[in-house]
């Protein structure tokens, strides 16, 4: 699935995936917390460049792109629908 860059790296915390909030409670804890946000999502930027996302656009994989008025079941079933058998 392909979202916007932008989203990645401004909404990485955003869900309550375990590992993800495991993450974040650590960097809360370090002495200066805004500069280890601010040096993670500095690495999100370059991993999630505009360059990584129009190399997996053009791969010639098949493509599921976010949309936030899509539900998680309506986002399995188009995923099952790409499915080769």
Do not use: W
Not at 14 to 30: H, I, T, V
Not at 31 to 47: C, H, K
Request: aromatic share 10%; hydrophobic share 40%; net charge negative.
């Amino acid at each position: 699935m392909l979202a916007d860059p932008e989203i990645g790296i401004h909404r990485f915390f955003d869900r309550p995936d375990p590992e993800k909030q495991f993450l974040y409670q650590l960097m809360l804890e370090e002495p200066d917390p805004q500069a280890a946000l601010d040096n993670y999502r500095e690495i999100l930027t370059r991993i999630c460049s505009q360059e990584a996302y129009d190399e997996l656009l053009h791969s010639g994989f098949k493509v599921i792109f976010r949309d936030e008025n899509r539900s998680q079941e309506e986002t399995v079933e188009l995923a099952e629908s790409l499915l080769i058998l």
